[in-house]
């Protein structure tokens, strides 16, 4: 839930892009062919429409009851993509975070420093402007 929440916040691509193959229809929206669509996976996983009024707040239990019941509409959940450009790594990067997360979380405890300042930067990825400052002791 923690991980799931984390990347609803802070997706790893900052733009998923698409090309319209053909002419199509959003709603009132005409799409021609060829006309690239972008999206900000971002914007979608904070928007309080689909994820509730606390959608800016961290939230880990929204994801109690998985995707599904996190929010109205789970397919806005994007962190590695969609469709035919998913991320390939996806499923090793998950494990990957997982392995970390239980080695550094049963030998280290983590606090934030007094001079952390919460300030996420869109670029390419989301990141933090100014680093993350951590105090870490051995368990």
Known sequence: MV?????????????ISREALE????????VPKGV????MPVTL??????WGPDAHKFNPERFANGVSGACKFPHVYLPFGFGPHTCLGQHF???????????ALSNFTFSPSPNYRHCPSLSLIIEPKYGVNLIVRRL
């Not at 690239?36 to 999206?39: A, D, E, S, V």
């Not at 996983?45 to 689909?50: A, G, K, L, M, R």
């Open 3 to 15: 991980i799931n929440e984390t990347l609803r916040l802070y997706p790893p691509g900052a733009i």
């Open 23 to 30: 002419d199509m229809k959003f709603g009132k929206l005409d």
């Open 36 to 39: 690239n669509i972008w999206l």
């Open 45 to 50: 996983h904070q928007d309080p429409e689909i």
């Open 93 to 103: 990067a998950l494990a990957e975070l997982k392995l970390l997360l239980a080695l």
